[in-house]
């Protein structure tokens, strides 16, 4: 005669109410943690681009030093012997590049445009997609030098020839370099800056100012131009006068 089986309990199992109660749950979890997470990704994000910004400006500062206190030419072609190698030097690719730890480099089709569309250099704001972009337009994932603050004006933009930022009446309240999906801000190219802020930044754009520090304005603000505004705060962020 065999043994008697031991008896052993069955392993308590869900009921349908409490997998759907934990279900619900992890929902309402996700629901709460998703944007969030998105927030935070975004805010780190947008410090990384202040970050970029702080850098070009110390860039700035350093040329100015090495050359008689003066800013690069947002094209630089009037001084390309000293890019050797360098058909078309830009104020980013080719003027600033030393600086920052880069070798001079045509703005397109070079590894300073490379390094641009890889997320690797400063003169990317992190923000930007680079979605359809490539070595032919990837500078329009980054920054623009204001071709407004002198030697040009709100009417006259001079491209060749390198800014004087000693002739600014108030440093701390000119902008230099902001986001944009251009490489130039002038009267006619505002848009660029706009279409950044609203794309990047929740409305936002970050700005580099004469005197280095870095600042964010509302996209209406910033639009306050495209206007040929009077208001003197508004000519004076943009021009240096």
């Not at 071709?147 to 390198?162: D, W």
Request: overall charge positive; hydrophobic content about 40%; proline content about 7%.
């Amino acid at each position: 005669m065999l043994p008697p089986t031991p008896y052993r309990p069955r392993p308590a199992a869900f009921t349908l109410i409490e997998l759907l109660t934990v279900i619900a749950i992890i929902g309402v979890l996700a629901a709460i943690l998703i944007p969030v997470v998105g927030k935070v990704r975004s805010s780190a994000r947008n410090a990384q681009c202040v970050s970029n910004l702080r850098q070009i400006g110390s860039a700035f500062q350093s040329f100015a030093t090495d050359n008689r206190n003066l800013w690069p030419a947002w094209n630089e072609t009037n001084f390309i012997a000293n890019y050797p190698g360098v058909t078309a030097p830009r104020w980013h690719s080719s003027a600033l590049a030393p600086y920052v730890g880069a070798q001079p480099a045509n703005v397109q089709n070079s590894p300073w445009a490379q390094a641009v569309l890889d997320g690797t250099s400063i003169f990317r704001c992190p923000s930007a997609d680079s979605s359809g972009f490539d070595l032919n337009s990837a500078w329009q994932l980054g920054y623009a030098y204001n071709l407004m603050i002198p030697p040009g004006s709100r009417t006259s933009f001079n491209t060749l020839e390198r800014a004087r930022p000693s002739t600014l009446s108030s440093p701390s309240r000119t902008v230099v370099v902001a986001d944009s999906t251009n490489h130039r801000i002038d009267g006619d190219r505002m848009g660029s800056v706009i279409e950044a802020g609203n794309q990047r930044h929740s409305g936002k754009v970050n700005l580099l100012f004469a005197d280095g520090h870095v600042n964010s304005l509302s996209v209406a603000d910033a639009d306050d131009f495209n206007t040929w505004s009077t208001n003197p705060a508004t000519v004076l962020r943009w021009t240096g006068r």
